[in-house]
């Protein structure tokens, strides 16, 4: 009994990773579709670089790069310095990519900036869902896929109908 009632425990454990995840992909997600009715107003980028670390696993280390961008815009007369870019952009580590990025940013005299109309120090340069803000919400959802299905597995073989057991073993 005790043997059962740790692999519940652990399973549960493992389903409610997955169903966090999915919590936070949603969130993310709704985040940047609210993005999409905000207010536009003109910037000017005040710095960009792009920013170098490493991120350390448990079997090796590997090199990330992320443009770190600052720039300024007014709100009705007052201003604001912002430094988001889109709400799914994340540091990677294809240079090529931010490096583009930051030339991008270079290279444009003048910037649209979205704001939040009800928080104005709110902002990004680019607003609504890209591709970027469906990849927790995915990573979830595969995490919960495997984790229930593993789940009702080890529910069937511990007390479930023995022939279904035997039919699954069988082929």
């Given at each position: 009994?005790?043997?059962?009632?740790?692999?519940?425990?652990?399973?549960?454990?493992?389903?409610?990773?997955?169903?966090?995840?999915?919590?936070?992909?949603?969130?993310?997600?709704?985040?940047?579709?609210?993005?999409?009715?905000?207010?536009?107003?003109?910037?000017?980028?005040?710095?960009?670089?792009?920013?170098?670390?490493?991120?350390?696993?448990?079997?090796?280390?590997?090199?990330?790069?992320?443009?770190?961008?600052?720039?300024?815009?007014?709100?009705?007369?007052?201003?604001?310095?912002?430094?988001?870019?889109?709400?799914?952009?994340?540091?990677?580590?294809?240079?090529?990519?931010?490096?583009?990025?930051?030339?991008?940013?270079?290279?444009?005299?003048?910037?649209?900036?979205?704001?939040?109309?009800?928080?104005?120090?709110?902002?990004?340069?680019?607003?609504?869902?890209?591709?970027?803000?469906?990849?927790?919400?995915?990573?979830?959802?595969m995490w919960l896929a495997?984790?229930?299905?593993?789940?009702?597995?080890?529910?069937?073989?511990?007390?479930?109908?023995?022939?279904?057991?035997?039919?699954?073993?069988?082929?």
């Open positions: 009994m005790l043997k059962e009632t740790i692999v519940v425990l652990v399973m549960g454990g493992l389903n409610l990773i997955g169903l966090l995840i999915v919590g936070y992909g949603l969130r993310d997600l709704i985040n940047a579709w609210r993005t999409t009715a905000w207010e536009k107003t003109s910037g000017r980028l005040t710095e960009a670089t792009i920013e170098e670390t490493v991120q350390k696993s448990s079997k090796a280390k590997r090199r990330v790069f992320e443009v770190k961008a600052t720039y300024d815009y007014d709100v009705g007369g007052r201003p604001f310095q912002g430094n988001n870019i889109t709400q799914s952009y994340i540091a990677t580590s294809e240079r090529d990519e931010h490096e583009s990025l930051l030339d991008a940013l270079r290279c444009i005299p003048s910037l649209n900036v979205y704001y939040d109309p009800l928080r104005p120090e709110k902002s990004t340069l680019i607003p609504g869902i890209d591709g970027g803000a469906f990849s927790r919400l995915a990573m979830g959802t495997a984790t229930v299905g593993i789940s009702g597995m080890i529910l069937l073989i511990q007390g479930g109908d023995p022939e279904l057991i035997r039919s699954i073993s069988m082929g």
